[in-house]
């Protein structure tokens, strides 16, 4: 993690919400990044983030969805997880710092359909599920289209819920991590270590982030 971490709690309309930060010691933006619905801020690629931006001047900002504080085991149906990022949102927010609105997952999807609103200054998408797994039919791509602000994406390019050549095109940058599955696991003969799947990941993140500065 950065070098100042502290975590918060946060009252939203739908429950306690839960913050960790990683702080950079001279910030010139936020990225609040949340989790997906089968897991929880303890995923690498998250905790990668958390590890390796403040050093390039990014706070990296945790989020904990209510239902997750809570201890539920499922999450709770998308206009919930809307209310519950919205309800957090304030508390993210710095004076004169850029917020950039992320999540993996369902995650992702909840950053992508609230950045008008929440005058998110840009969208990253995290294993964006652009689909249910086999079923392609069931299209979410005008939830990533319809972001409005600068998005990246970064995908596996084995996962089940949308294989990067399966995205439409659109204005947003998409990153493939070869072989990932939707966790941004990779099999043996990726011939890359977990390790260096989350460096590729923060990378890619980091220098989109830097591309936004003005």
Not at 196 to 204: F, G, H, L, R, S
Request: hydrophobic share 45%; with cysteine; proline share 9%.
């Amino acid at each position: 993690m950065g070098a100042v971490t502290h975590s918060e709690t946060v009252e939203t309309d739908v429950g306690q919400a839960r913050i960790t930060w990683a702080e950079a010691a001279a910030p010139w933006a936020v990225l609040a990044v949340s989790h997906g619905a089968g897991g929880g801020i303890g995923a690498r690629d998250l905790q990668g983030l958390a590890a390796a931006l403040p050093a390039r001047g990014v706070s990296v900002a945790l989020v904990e969805q209510p239902w997750r504080v809570a201890g539920k085991k499922v999450a709770p149906a998308p206009k919930t997880l809307d209310a519950g990022w919205r309800g957090l949102w304030p508390a993210l927010l710095r004076p004169g710092l850029p917020v950039v609105a992320g999540g993996r997952s369902a995650g992702a999807r909840v950053a992508c359909r609230t950045p008008a609103e929440l005058g998110a200054h840009a969208v990253l998408a995290l294993s964006f599920p652009l689909h249910p797994p086999g079923r392609p039919e069931k299209s979410r791509a005008d939830e990533l289209l319809g972001a409005g602000v600068p998005t990246l994406v970064v995908q596996g390019g084995n996962d089940p819920f949308g294989k990067p050549e399966e995205f439409p095109d659109g204005a947003y940058d998409l990153v493939e991590v070869p072989y990932g599955d939707h966790g941004f696991a990779v099999p043996k003969k990726a011939g890359t270590t977990p390790e260096q799947v989350v460096e590729t990941i923060t990378d890619a993140v980091g220098n989109w982030i830097d591309g936004l500065r003005e």
